[in-house]
């Protein structure tokens, strides 16, 4: 124990780094999978991209079939897409965020698409009813009932992301993943355990603050008449 | 004072007569279904009535109702409103001069009361002094004290209160046509019963036209100056006022429709000023005639008690019903006080005819169902 905390002491300054990298990639990652996703739900909610021809002959519609896509993309072994995508994009930042987002869009998707179809029909057709259009319907109305399952479809993605960050370190990426495989390669070398220790309580640590962030966001963000 | 905002009406030509909404020749054929759910189908609702939409279910009412602000598009046909073909015109734009209640209220539940009644004024841009007033105005208008329920939330009040919400939210602008669809179905019977009241309360005060798609036919006979009866196949079967649907049924399908039951709702649609009366002598003991039944009356002139009754033995037991009233309540006085006449009296307790349960079954027979 006490010679955890001298390894910490006398690391802070590079540790603390490592953790506000994989905060900060963890944030990127999903920021654009969030606008990817909700730009991708708002289209499909109310649009069919694919030809009728496709949809009737796979049986799903294109809202499926994007659901579908991400789940795809979410159960690739971590370790192999990261490997996938170097010969691409190389080493370091870029392959790193371009694979999180990859695993984010499915949650976000997901509870995109499940918010906005949970949205009352009567409200709806009240909404058509008083005249409102497409557009104003799904920012006024569609949007904020949905908001809420949104945030927790972000707060999954956060999470999921979180982890999987630790293995970008495999091609070089941010993060605690860096002290974590660090201290795997030369187990039982001087202060590889308390690698390992702490690249795991970092990544407790990130998750503990996306938590309370998501806490005061969705506080703030969800319309006072829907709280529950 | 009230906010009116009158777009497309002059108030002073209130005639009723003119046709608010008329559609003519208007069908409705579903994708992928052969036939149509409304067809060929002309229909004038006169300005301020309340025009009741009534029929099976899949007759093509519901359609109907909703091709009027185009939340269906017709197939074919013209819509007119208040003279104006609207056929054509913005969907969106068109519903914000129409007000649309429906059967589940569909009040946005992430806003306030004030702001769901203000959706409306809002898209059409009223300033926020207008609409605030314009809010309170109508919550008390369908009695919700603003004060207690403007910043309340949809689900923070009981079913009957959120339909008062949407039928405010409905009036909001001050549209001269209410589209309301079966807005009362989903409530208990007796909420309904008063807000139903409260509803031709309301209409006393802002006499909008009105369309009003129900399948309760005692609801379509209480507040309907007119009737229409849809039948299958999105035919209007029949368009009349309540009597003349009760007592004239256009066919088989509206006579079975209507049903039994009929003629006992017609009487409570047939005051007794508008029957012809039996004439009843007034006497103080003078020799009874043979055609007509004799009432003793006390000082006053009140009826108090019949002396003789052509055709009978002893004199019957004395029921009284003001003229006021419909046959229904002669009726029920007369199971009541097991009599086989009534004296109708005007608002002074003069007698002025009697009515005779004989001259009832003959008079107001229709299918021949009389209890």
């Excluded at chain 2, 001050?174 to 019977?189: C, Q, R, S, T, Y």
């Amino acid at each position: 124990m006490g010679s955890y905390l001298r390894y910490l002491s006398e690391n802070s300054q590079t540790l603390l780094f490592y953790a506000q990298q994989h905060f900060l990639v963890v944030g990127y990652s999903i920021a654009i999978a969030t606008a990817i996703s909700l730009a991708l739900a708002l289209v499909l909610h109310t649009n069919q991209l694919t030809p009728p021809s496709w949809s009737k002959r796979f049986r799903i519609s294109s809202q499926e079939g994007a659901l579908l896509l991400a789940s795809a993309a979410l159960t690739i072994p971590s370790l192999a897409l990261f490997g996938l995508l170097q010969p691409m994009l190389g080493l370091g930042v870029t392959p790193s965020i371009v694979a999180l987002t990859l695993y984010a869009i499915y949650p976000v998707l997901r509870n995109t698409v499940a918010g906005l179809s949970s949205v009352d029909s009567a409200v709806l057709e009240a909404a058509r009813g008083v005249g409102m259009g497409p557009v104003r319907r799904m920012w006024r109305v569609q949007l904020p009932l949905a908001w809420p399952v949104i945030v927790s479809g972000i707060r999954v993605a956060v999470l999921i992301t979180i982890s999987i960050a630790v293995v970008a370190a495999i091609i070089n990426g941010p993060g605690l993943g860096k002290p974590l495989q660090d201290g795997l390669a030369r187990l039982g070398a001087v202060d590889s355990f308390n690698e390992v220790i702490t690249g795991t309580l970092g990544c407790l640590a990130v998750a503990a603050v996306y938590e309370v962030l998501f806490l005061i966001i969705q506080r703030f963000t969800t319309p006072r008449g829907i709280r529950v | 004072m009230s906010e009116t905002v009158q777009p497309m009406t002059d108030s002073s030509t209130r005639t009723g007569q003119r046709p608010m909404i008329s559609l003519q020749g208007v069908s409705k054929t579903y994708p992928k279904q052969s036939k149509p759910a409304v067809a060929e189908l002309s229909l004038d609702v006169p300005e301020g009535a309340i025009v009741m939409l009534i029929g099976p279910s899949g007759c093509g009412k519901t359609t109907t109702l909703k091709m009027m602000n185009r939340l269906i598009e017709p197939s074919s046909g013209r819509i007119l409103l208040d003279g104006d073909d609207v056929t054509d015109v913005n969907g969106d734009q068109l519903r914000r001069r129409i007000g649309y209640v429906i059967q589940q209220v569909g009040l946005f539940p992430h806003l306030t009361i004030a702001d769901n009644v203000a959706v409306v004024p809002k898209m059409l841009g009223w300033d926020k002094a207008r609409v605030t007033r314009r809010v309170d105005e109508l919550l008390r208008l369908v009695g919700m004290e603003p004060g207690d329920f403007r910043d309340r939330y949809p689900r923070q009040l009981s079913g009957g209160q959120q339909q008062r919400v949407g039928v405010a939210r409905g009036l909001a602008a001050d549209p001269p046509v209410m589209l309301m669809d079966e807005p009362f179905g989903a409530i208990d019977p007796i909420t309904r019963e008063r807000l139903q009241e409260e509803f031709l309360e309301v209409q006393r005060q802002v006499a909008k036209t009105i369309c009003f798609v129900t399948h309760d036919l005692s609801e379509a006979v209480k507040l309907g100056d007119r009737i229409a009866v849809f039948g299958p196949g999105g035919r209007l079967a029949q368009y009349d006022t309540p009597d003349e649907v009760l007592t004239n049924p256009a066919d088989e399908f509206v006579a079975e429709f209507v049903g039994s039951g009929a003629a006992v709702r017609r009487l409570s649609l047939l005051e007794l000023s508008r029957l012809e009366l039996e004439e009843v002598v007034i006497s103080s003991g003078g020799a009874p005639t043979n055609r007509h039944p004799v009432l003793a009356v006390n000082d006053a002139g009140r009826p108090e008690r019949w002396l003789h009754l052509p055709g009978s033995g002893d004199p019957p037991p004395l029921v009284v019903v003001p003229l006021s009233g419909t046959v229904y309540d002669a009726v029920d006085v007369m199971l009541d006080g097991r009599a086989p006449l009534v004296v109708v009296v005007d608002d002074d307790g003069q007698p002025r005819g009697a009515l005779r349960w004989d001259a009832l079954v003959g008079d107001l027979r229709t299918k021949g169902r009389l209890p």
